[in-house]
Nanobody, 132 residues
């Protein structure tokens, strides 16, 4: 059974940094071949895609994608030996307050034109609160 579990959320001051982790299990030997993304949902807002790492399609393998709202501040990475991927967040502001979700898919469609597509597997989320 595939499972994703986020950790690393918490309270941080404006300008601070956090690194979120997403521990994956149940993928067997295929974890490294799954496309991996982070989404977030702020209070009263829709869920938005913020970062993806493409690996499944040779055409886009290794590509990273970021929303305009986090470009230059957030970095997605993966440690395949640990079956864990990460979201490094720096220069956080109150607008980054949200529940953060990790997601994985065996063959996703990369985000394009601000549209972030379906992902098969999701974590339950971790709350990040940035105080002003």
């Amino acid at each position: 059974q595939v499972q994703l579990v986020e950790s690393g959320g918490g309270l941080v001051e404006t300008g601070g940094s956090l690194t979120l982790s997403c521990a994956a299990s149940g993928f067997g030997d295929d974890y490294a071949e799954y496309d991996k993304c982070w989404f977030r949902q702020a209070p009263g807002q829709e869920r938005e895609g913020i970062a993806c790492l493409s690996v499944s399609d040779p055409k886009w393998r290794g590509n990273t994608y970021y929303s305009a709202s986090v470009q230059g501040r957030f970095t997605i990475s993966s440690d395949n030996a640990k079956n864990t991927f990460y979201l490094r967040m720096v220069n956080l502001g109150p607008q980054d307050t949200a529940v953060y979700y990790c997601a994985a898919d065996p063959d996703f469609r990369p985000p394009s034109g601000g549209v972030w597509y379906h992902m098969d597997h999701w974590g339950i989320g971790t709350l990040v609160t940035v105080s002003s």
